[in-house]
């Protein structure tokens, strides 16, 4: 099975900031990548998919990049509603594995 | 607007069946462009795949839990279920049931687009 692994685990940002979570896979994955931003006690909302894809109503401010073992997600501009748990999942190969979360909160 | 609705018990014995059901409004569970699955989150933990399947009735189960897991449809109620059997105090979880856009999969494997609320089921005697 594939191992997701992301960074840092956790941070603290201020608002405005720009912000870059990175995930990486055990094994390549093409772009078969989705991220999810969750906030407490709420399920998780899907970001991007197939890597950098905008799912839609997602605000331009988060962006995608990587393909194969490495991604990054980025929030251009952190915005008070953006602090969250954020994470990637593989759907490469079964099963789909998810990351073990980085969270964002604030400074 | 697409809304997925997990209903069942909050408590389930030790070795006895977890069993949750997942009521979809909105849109269709017959659409031949989703698979519909079950993913779970254990208290204060990260998030775990558990299967998926089409409206036809194919699955898919994660392997660590494939001995234990039953995802079975009702389209004429629009509804998809969940059984965990032989479940221990590490089943305990929030259940989500989620849609899966069918034409993005990998060999089954997808992502999820639309997720329900969550419900929490604790094992405990």
């Known amino acids: 099975a594939i191992r997701m692994t992301q960074s840092p685990s956790s941070f603290s940002a201020s608002t405005g900031d720009r912000v870059t979570i990175t995930c990486r896979a055990s094994?390549?994955?093409?772009?078969?990548l989705a991220w999810y931003q969750q906030k407490p006690g709420k399920a998780p909302k899907l970001l991007i998919y197939?890597?950098?894809t905008l799912q839609s109503g997602v605000p331009s401010r988060f962006s995608g990049s990587g393909s194969g073992t490495d991604f990054t997600l980025t929030i251009s501009c952190l915005q008070s509603e953006d602090f969250a748990t954020y994470y990637c999942q593989q759907y490469y190969s079964y099963p789909p594995a998810f990351g073990p979360g980085t969270k964002v909160d604030i400074k | 607007q697409l809304q997925l609705q997990e209903s069942g018990p909050g408590l389930v014995k030790p070795s006895e069946t977890l069993s949750l059901t997942c009521t979809v409004s909105g849109g269709s569970i017959s659409s031949s462009s989703y698979y519909w699955g079950w993913i779970r989150q254990p208290p204060g933990k990260g998030l775990e795949w558990i299967g998926s399947?089409?409206?036809?009735?194919?699955?898919y189960y994660n392997p660590s839990l494939k001995s234990r897991v039953t995802i079975s449809v009702d389209t004429s109620k629009n509804q998809f279920s969940l059984k965990l059997s032989s479940v221990t105090a590490a089943d305990t979880a929030v259940y989500y049931c989620?849609?899966?856009?069918?034409?993005?999969?990998?060999?089954?494997?997808?992502?999820?687009?639309?997720w329900g609320q969550g419900t929490l089921v604790t094992v405990s005697s």
């Open positions: 989620a849609r899966h856009p069918h034409w993005d999969c990998s060999g089954g494997s997808c992502y999820s687009d639309y």
């Open positions: 197939a890597a950098s």
């Open positions: 399947i089409y409206y036809s009735g194919s699955t």
């Open positions: 094994q390549g994955i093409s772009s078969y």
